[in-house]
C-alpha cells in the first residue's frame, strides 16, 4: 500500500500525470493502423449465417445470396461506431458486389460506397481469381500512402492479398508499400 502512494506522489511531484493516463488509453485499432503504417483497412462483410452462395447466386440479385440477418446488421453498425470513436476516418469506402458486402458497407457509416470488382469473392468461382487480384493489385497500387482506404470484402480475397484469414467482421490493417499486414480487433 505504501508503494502505490510513494508511487502516486512521485506521479505526481514529476508531472507525469498526463502521459500516464495518456498511456493508458491507448486505442488497439489506431495501434495497428500505426504500427504498420498502414493505408488501407480490409474489413470482411458482417454475420451472414450460411456457407458459400445459393446455387441460383445473381450477383444483382440479393435475393439470390446469402445476406446479412439481424445480428449481422446489428455487428455492421457496431463496427461502424466503434471505427468512429476510434477516431478513424477514411478517405474511400470501397465493396465487393455482394449484397452482404455492401449492406455492410452501407451501415457502418463512413463514406460513400463504391463496387469494386476487385473486390468480389472467387470462393465457389463466382468471379475469376486471378482477374479479381490483378484489378485489386492495379487498384492498391494506385492508392494515397498517407490517406486510409476501407475494403469491405470477403474471407477468401482478404487472405489471399494479406495471407490472414478473418471472421465475418473482422479486420486487417494493410501497407500497400511494403506490403505488412496485420490483424485488427474492431469488436
Known sequence: MLVRYLLL????????VQSVFAATNVDPIMDKLREIDANVLFIRHAIAPGFGDP???VINQCNTQ???DAAGRSQAIALGQK???SNI???KVYSSYWCRCLETAKLLQLGVVVKFAGLNSFFEEHADRNQTLKL?????SELDQNSLTLMVTHQVVIQAVSGIGVSSGGGVAYNTRTRK???VAIE
Open 9 to 16: 506522489f512521485f506521479i505526481i511531484s514529476s508531472g507525469s
Open 55 to 57: 446455387d441460383n447466386f
Open 66 to 68: 446469402r445476406n446479412l
Open 83 to 85: 471505427l468512429k470513436q
Open 89 to 91: 476516418v477514411v478517405d
Open 136 to 140: 485489386l493489385q492495379e487498384k492498391l
Open 181 to 183: 499486414a496485420v490483424r
